[in-house]
C-alpha cells in the first residue's frame, strides 16, 4: 500500500502523526511524507534579510518533515518511510505525487475551516480532496490545538519582516 502524507507543520504533523500510529497497517506499506515549499513565499531577489528569514522557516519545516518521518519509523512496525520536499502550490504537488507514485491513501490534515473563511482564505485539503485520484483520510485538528503556541513554534520563523511587493513592482 503506497500511503502519501503531506504536512505543513508540526501542529498537523502532530495529528496526522497520531492518526497513522493508532492504524494497523499491511505489511510492505510504503509510507512518503511530503512537504510542500511554496514559491508565492518566497522573498524577492535582492532583500537578503527576507531571504534569511525564509530559508531560515524553511529549514524548520524540513526538520519537521524529518522528525515526523522519525516518529513513524519509530511507532510504526512493518512500514518504510520516504522523505519528499515538492515545490509549487501544494494542492498541485500533492495531486501530482499521488498520480505519478501512484498514491493508494492520502492521509492529510485540515484546519476545518467552513464557508467563508474556505473561500477566503482557500483550501489545500479541499483542492486534494476534490481531485484525489485516490482514497483520502482527512484529519482534522481539534480547534483547541490551534490556539495551543506551544505545538507550532517551529512553524514560525524567529523574526518577522515584511515586505511590499507592489512597491518592488514599480521599480
Known amino acids: 500500500m503506497n500511503v502519501l502524507i ?3 507543520g508540526r501542529l498537523f504533523g502532530t495529528a496526522i502523526l497520531q492518526y497513522v500510529k493508532k492504524r494497523q497497517w499491511p505489511d ?3 509510507m512518503r511524507v511530503m512537504h510542500v515549499l511554496e514559491p508565492s513565499k518566497l ?3 535582492g532583500k537578503d534579510n527576507a531571504t534569511h528569514v525564509f530559508d531560515e522557516f524553511q529549514k524548520k519545516k524540513i526538520k519537521v518533515l524529518e522528525d515526523i518521518c522519525f516518529e ?4 510504526v512496525p512493518n ?3 520516504e522523505k519528499v520536499v515538492a515545490s509549487g502550490p501544494p494542492h498541485k504537488a500533492i495531486l501530482q505525487l499521488a498520480n505519478e507514485w501512484p498514491a493508494d491513501l492520502i492521509v492529510l490534515g485540515s484546519h476545518g475551516r467552513t464557508d467563508i473563511d ?3 482564505l482557500g ?3 479541499l483542492s486534494v480532496v476534490s481531485n484525489s485520484p485516490c482514497s483520502i483520510a482527512l484529519v482534522k ?3 483547541n490545538s490551534l490556539l495551543d503556541l506551544s505545538l507550532c513554534d517551529d512553524d514560525m520563523p524567529q523574526q518577522v519582516c515584511t515586505f511590499d511587493f507592489e512597491a518592488a513592482a514599480c521599480k
Not at 513513524?72 to 511507532?75: G, I, L
Open 6 to 8: 503531506p504536512i505543513s
Open 28 to 30: 510492505a506499506t510504503v
Open 43 to 45: 522573498p524577492a531577489r
Open 72 to 75: 513513524v519509523e519509530r511507532y
Open 79 to 81: 512500514v518504510r518511510v
Open 118 to 120: 474556505r473561500y477566503i
Open 123 to 125: 483550501s489545500v485539503s
Open 141 to 143: 485538528v481539534p480547534d
